[in-house]
């Protein structure tokens, strides 16, 4: 073999390994996500859930305890809407309707940056149904205000919703939030768990935010719901535990990428104190 050849063939040898390299490095690339649900939980905890921005499938992030609030982007950790994060290898444990369950190692969660708001507009609109049983299938019901799937039942627990016409928002009695809205076949009053809407103390609504978000809704501004349904938990009255429909996080087409973040910068931080014993989530 002469000179030339040899310096081919050790340049075709070069190039294969770094194929090889570089395919090994794919396949250990951690499974990313955008987030666009960020919902609170009893005080001090959240959840988290995303899109695959590859896919425009929901996967959440699960631990075998629950996700502590310094995971949040406003603490150091890599959590906020809009946020791509990598969440590193998964395994999944996903169960019905909770099919987006995703285990995660927190410590390898790593935030990698905001998105821009015309791309994460899009990427809700890719994901987004215009029914909710188009989202969490044909077992939902409606039940009393509301709707629920039976236990193991469904066959999501996550999705994106654009309404029929504009949501509105209310603080009940109890401090609980909740939006009344449709989607042509359901007309429902559901609770809001979007964490931007609360102090920090996570029980206490923030009146300027929601009186914001109520002007922008009814002067029509686009809007797309990142819903889900709760873990299992059986009302008081009711019989059995169900899965109850909730808002996880709302988004306006006037400013796509609102965040935890910037609802702090604009707001300020608050431990405001009140009781909210009864969240089942």
Not at 187 to 193: K, L
């Amino acid at each position: 073999m002469g000179f030339f050849a040899r310096q081919k063939q050790a340049y075709v040898q070069r190039l294969s390994k770094r194929d090889a390299a570089m395919s090994f490095l794919k396949e250990k690339q951690g499974m990313r996500i955008v987030v666009n649900h960020l919902t609170r939980m009893q005080p001090g905890y959240i959840c988290v859930a995303g899109l695959n921005p590859g896919t425009c499938l929901h996967i959440r992030p699960v631990l075998r305890g629950r996700l502590s609030r310094s995971l949040l982007r406003t603490e150091g950790g890599p959590f906020d809407i809009g946020a791509l994060v990598d969440i590193g290898e998964t395994i999944s444990e996903g169960v019905a309707p909770e099919v987006e369950d995703q285990a995660f190692t927190a410590w390898k969660a790593t935030y990698l940056r905001d998105v821009a708001p015309a791309a994460f507009w899009a990427l809700l609109q890719a994901s987004a149904q215009r029914r909710l049983d188009a989202i969490f299938g044909p077992d939902l019901q409606q039940t009393g205000a509301s709707c629920s799937l039976e236990m193991g039942k469904g066959q999501a627990s996550l999705g994106c919703l654009i309404p029929t016409g504009a949501p509105t928002l209310a603080v009940d009695e109890r401090n609980s939030i909740r939006m009344r809205f449709s989607d042509g076949a359901f007309t429902v009053s559901a609770p809001v768990t979007d964490l931007r809407l609360f102090h920090d103390d996570q029980r206490s609504p923030r009146p300027e935010v929601i009186a914001d978000l109520s002007r922008r809704l009814a002067r029509g501004v686009p809007v797309i719901l990142s819903v889900g349904v709760s873990r299992g938990w059986t009302k008081p009255g009711d019989a059995a535990p169900r899965h109850w429909l909730q808002i996880n996080s709302v988004h306006l087409g006037d400013k796509p990428l609102w965040n935890q973040m910037e609802v702090e910068q604009t707001y300020g931080r608050s431990s405001s104190a009140s009781d909210l014993d009864d969240i089942p989530f």
